[in-house]
C-alpha cells in the first residue's frame, strides 16, 4: 500500500497571510485616524495666566476685534507691520526677541493665524498667544 503523504517536516513559516493581514489593519487604520480626529468633542481648559514681566526683548501685537492691528502704540495695516517686524529682525536685538500677539477673543480664528503668517514671514520664530488670568 503507498502513503499519499510523506512524512517531511517543513522548516519554514508562511508569512504571506501575516503581512496580508498587517497591510489590510494598516489601511483601515490608515483610514479612520483622521475621522476620529474630527469626531472628538474638544474643550479646551481654562489657564491660570502667569503675569508676563516686560523687557526690552519682548513687542506686543495687539489685534482688536475689528481688525485694528495697534504695534508700538501705532496702528498698522498688514504689510505695514510685516515691514516693521522685518526691520526688527535686522536690529541688534532682532535674534532675541520674542513677539507676544494679544488678540480679542471675538476675532475670527483665520485672522489671528493671518497674523501669525505675518510674523513668522518677517523671520521671527519666538511667537507665544496672550491669554487673560481666569481671576
Request: no cysteine; glycine share 2%; charged share 30%.
Amino acid at each position: 500500500m503507498r502513503r499519499r503523504f510523506q512524512g517531511k517536516t517543513f522548516d519554514e513559516i508562511n508569512v504571506t497571510p501575516l503581512i496580508d493581514t498587517l497591510f489590510f489593519l494598516l489601511v483601515i487604520f490608515m483610514i479612520t485616524a483622521p475621522l476620529l480626529e474630527y469626531s472628538i468633542n474638544v474643550s479646551p481648559p481654562k489657564m491660570d495666566a502667569v503675569e508676563i514681566k516686560p523687557n526690552d526683548f519682548m513687542k506686543v501685537i495687539h489685534i482688536q476685534k475689528t481688525k485694528v492691528i495697534q504695534f508700538e502704540k501705532k496702528t498698522l495695516t498688514m504689510d505695514q507691520l510685516l515691514r516693521r517686524l522685518a526691520e526688527l529682525k535686522k536690529s541688534p536685538q532682532g535674534p532675541k526677541l520674542k513677539i507676544f500677539l494679544r488678540a480679542d477673543r471675538e476675532l475670527r480664528y483665520g485672522d489671528v493665524i493671518d497674523i501669525l503668517k505675518t510674523v513668522k514671514k518677517a523671520g521671527h520664530a519666538d511667537i507665544s498667544l496672550v491669554t487673560e488670568s481666569e481671576k
